[in-house]
Structures are given as structure tokens and as C-alpha cells.
């Protein structure tokens, strides 16, 4: 088993590395060498997550129709290519963009639409994967190997981009860019390579639902609607600095390219310690207060990243981005682990594109709301540093909410609930022929 985490732990790390470059230099770029709006930023690297619907129709899908015997393989391929592509066209369009903003919206959208479209495809697949290979006393430990090696991914891939980019010019952030893709594509193939045994028959008939009926099963089931709100709350504040942190740290620091780059490096070796530290409370402590710790942790990174900005303190902002890692990793494997426990075994692929949607509709409200009020508050109050200080403050704001409805979730209430709307499905399967 420890073989096939390694190779789930591939494809999760081969994802992660397309995003690095979108998330952090680009947008670094974007908005402070290119000067482009960081709403027109935030709208285009949240348009992928429009697509994220899907996610609920792909693993729906991929659980009733094996292609070539094989589930999740052919979508995990699928959503590998367009993730690469993506990242390979961002950086050309990023450019274009500041030349020529009608073509360079169009290709800007074809290349975040690919990567969008990449990951909704590969991620909804890759989970299911994980959750059906792993059993249900095992996916805590599966959960833990697969993003310790996305961290560490993240935080090489970070260390090498912040290398490939000094000193910056436009040609070495295409060509890291492409280097990162290469890389990308290859780890994911060989995570791939007999990972998934071939399947001679799809579901039993009898659970080849109609999506609507799926979807309401999802809608009507209270714990369900309950941590799908949680989940958009909880990673729209932990996601949706994405975009904005890097920035801040040019608007409020004067720090160049490479040391901004060198941000994610940090916030992710941070995230790495608590994900080994959570690890290691697997079993021994419930992961809810595992998450509601994490969610503190990761408040008070807020906060005091908002107080860097006050006070212009280069080492209270490092505090702060340490303090965000640390609450990032802590509430990561608790999150997980709690999304794969809340599915049911004829719906893997169902109930984890839910959840994948909800991370998509998640970034999409982070980074649009971010950019948006970062703009607005910047004109209102001539200052570019208060405007992310108001976004930081607000996301702090949302880690709390998602404490309060953390605290209504139940695994178990969950798991009964969804055996009663099963016999309600069959009855409107029985209604319907």
C-alpha cells in the first residue's frame, strides 16, 4: 500500500507544480511589474474554478463508466495535459495582456480555462482514486503521504522558480514555465503506471442514478449541505490569499521577484511540519479539534500579517506567513480525511466531486472578493497596503465562521442520513420506470 501512496502522492505533487507559478510569480508579475488590475488578475485566475461543477458530473460519470476498464486513469491523463498546457500559455498571455488587452484576455482565458478545466478533471478523479484504493481506516495515513509530497513538491518547486527567475526577464519566466510542465507531466505518468486495476463491469444498474437524483442526494442530506459550506467558508479564507500575498509583500516591503518567491517556499515548509505534527495525532486526537486548531493557527497568521502592514515590520509578516503555514497544514489532514469519511461506498466519485466543487467555488470567491476589494479600498484610501490589510482582516474574519459551523458536522449523522436518502432514490428510480 505504502507503493500505490507514493504513486497517488505523484499525481497530487504533478498538479500541484502546475499551480505553483500561476499562483505565486505570475501574479506577482502581473500585478506589480505589469501593473495589471488585480481584479482583472483575481477574475482570471479564479476563472477555472467556474468550471467546477463538473467535478459533481465527472465523478458521477467515472463511477458508473469504467473507460478501457480503468475509472479514474483516463480522466487523471486528461486533466494532467490540460493543467500543463495551461501553465506552458499563463506567462505568454500575462504579457500579451499588458500589450494588447483584447487578445491577450482571449488567450489569457483559453489558458486558464485549460488549467481549470485540468484540474477539475484530474482532482475529482485522483481523490476518488485515493479514497477507493486507501479503505476507510487507512485514508488518514494515504491523506498524509499524498501532501507531505505535495508540500515538499511545492516548496522545491518554489526554491527552483525563484532560481530560474533571477535576475527576472520575460524569456526565464516562459522557459521556468515550461520547465515546471515538463517536470509536471512526467512525475504524474509515473505515478500512473499500474496504479488502478482494470475493472471488467461497471456499478450494479440498480445505482446507475440519473445526476439530477444524485445531486439532490448531496443537497438534501443536512450534513452534507452543512460541510460543503463549511468547506467554501473555511478555503476561500485559506485559499484566497493566494493571489495577494506575494504582492503585499512587493507593495509593502520593496521585496524583489525572487525573495516574493521565496514566500511560498516558507509558507510551505510550514505547512510540511504540521502535516508530519497532524500525522502524527491521527488516531490519537479527533480531527475535528485537529481542524478547529489548524483554523486558530491560521487566524492568528492573519492577523498578524495584518499588523505587519500597520506597523511596516518585515519580521512580523514573516511571523504571520509562518503562522498561516503552520494553520494550513494542521487543518489539511483533518479537512481531507473528514471529505473522504463523508462519502458513501457506492458514490465515491459523487460525493468527492462535492467536495472538489466546493474547493473550486471556494478560490473562486477567495480570489475575486480579494482582488476586488483590494482594488476598491486601494481607491478609496490611496494606499495599495491597506487594501490587502481589509482583504487579510476578512479572511481572519471567515477562518472563525467556519469554526462555528465546523462545530455542527458529524461523520456519523452524515453516514445515516445517507441511508436514508438512498431508499428514497430507489423509490424514485421504482417512480420513474
Known amino acids: 500500500m505504502l507503493l500505490k501512496r507514493i504513486q497517488l502522492g505523484l499525481i497530487h505533487v504533478a498538479v500541484a507544480m502546475t499551480l505553483v507559478p500561476i ?17 482583472l488578475v483575481a477574475i482570471l485566475a479564479s476563472l477555472p474554478y467556474l468550471f467546477s461543477p463538473i467535478q459533481v458530473a465527472i465523478g458521477s460519470f467515472s463511477d458508473r463508466h469504467p473507460l478501457w476498464g480503468l475509472r479514474r486513469t483516463p480522466y487523471i491523463v486528461l486533466g494532467l ?16 495582456l499588458a500589450d494588447n488587452w483584447q487578445l491577450g484576455t482571449i488567450l489569457g482565458v483559453a489558458a486558464f480555462g485549460a488549467w481549470g478545466m485540468g484540474f477539475n478533471f484530474a482532482t475529482v478523479a485522483y481523490l476518488s482514486l485515493a479514497s477507493e484504493l486507501s479503505g476507510e481506516k487507512n485514508r488518514g495515513r494515504t491523506i498524509a503521504v499524498m501532501w ?21 526577464t520575460p524569456q526565464a519566466m516562459v522557459r521556468a514555465f515550461r520547465v515546471i510542465g515538463l517536470a509536471a507531466l512526467s512525475l504524474g505518468l509515473i505515478g500512473l503506471v499500474r496504479l488502478e486495476s482494470r475493472r471488467a463491469q461497471t456499478l450494479h444498474p440498480a445505482e446507475s442514478q ?43 516591503f520593496g521585496m524583489a521577484v525572487k525573495d516574493t518567491t521565496r514566500i511560498t517556499s516558507i509558507w510551505g515548509g510550514c505547512v510540511l511540519l504540521a502535516l508530519v505534527i497532524a500525522g502524527a495525532f491521527e488516531g490519537r486526537v479527533a480531527k475535528r479539534l485537529v481542524a478547529s486548531i489548524g483554523a486558530l493557527v491560521a487566524t492568528l497568521g ?18 504571520g506567513v509562518v503562522l498561516l503555514g503552520s ?56 494606499s495599495p497596503i491597506i487594501g490587502y490589510i481589509v482583504v487579510f482582516g476578512i479572511e481572519a474574519g471567515l477562518l472563525l465562521i467556519s469554526l462555528l459551523i ?26 420513474e420506470a
Open 23 to 39: 499562483n505565486s510569480t505570475l501574479n506577482r508579475v502581473m500585478i506589480k511589474e505589469l501593473s495589471i488590475s488585480a481584479t
Open 302 to 319: 492573519f492577523i498578524l500579517i495584518v499588523a505587519s502592514g500597520l506597523l511596516l515590520n518585515q519580521m512580523v509578516f514573516y511571523t
Open 210 to 252: 440519473s445526476w439530477g437524483i444524485l445531486i439532490k442526494a448531496v443537497l438534501e442530506n443536512r450534513q452534507a449541505s452543512l460541510f460543503f459550506w463549511y468547506l467554501i467558508i473555511l478555503l476561500a479564507a485559506i485559499l484566497g490569499q493566494d493571489i495577494l500575498l506575494e504582492p503585499f509583500g512587493g507593495e509593502a
Open 406 to 431: 465546523l462545530r455542527q458536522i458529524d461523520v456519523g449523522a452524515f453516514q445515516q442520513q445517507s441511508r436514508r436518502l438512498s431508499l428514497t432514490e430507489q423509490a424514485a428510480l421504482s417512480a
Open 327 to 382: 494553520g494550513t497544514g494542521l487543518a489539511t489532514v483533518s479537512n481531507l480525511s473528514l471529505m473522504l469519511d463523508m462519502t458513501t461506498p457506492s458514490k465515491v466519485g459523487l460525493f468527492i466531486g462535492a467536495w472538489g466543487m466546493a474547493n473550486a467555488i471556494s478560490r473562486l470567491i477567495g480570489s475575486v472578493l480579494g482582488g476586488a476589494v483590494r482594488d476598491l479600498v486601494t481607491q478609496l484610501s490611496h
Open 81 to 96: 495535459l490540460l493543467c500543463v498546457l495551461g501553465l506552458v500559455l499563463s506567462p505568454q498571455a500575462a504579457f500579451l
Open 148 to 168: 507531505f509530497m505535495m508540500i515538499v513538491s511545492i516548496v522545491v518547486t518554489a526554491i527552483g522558480l525563484s532560481q530560474m527567475v533571477d535576475p527576472y
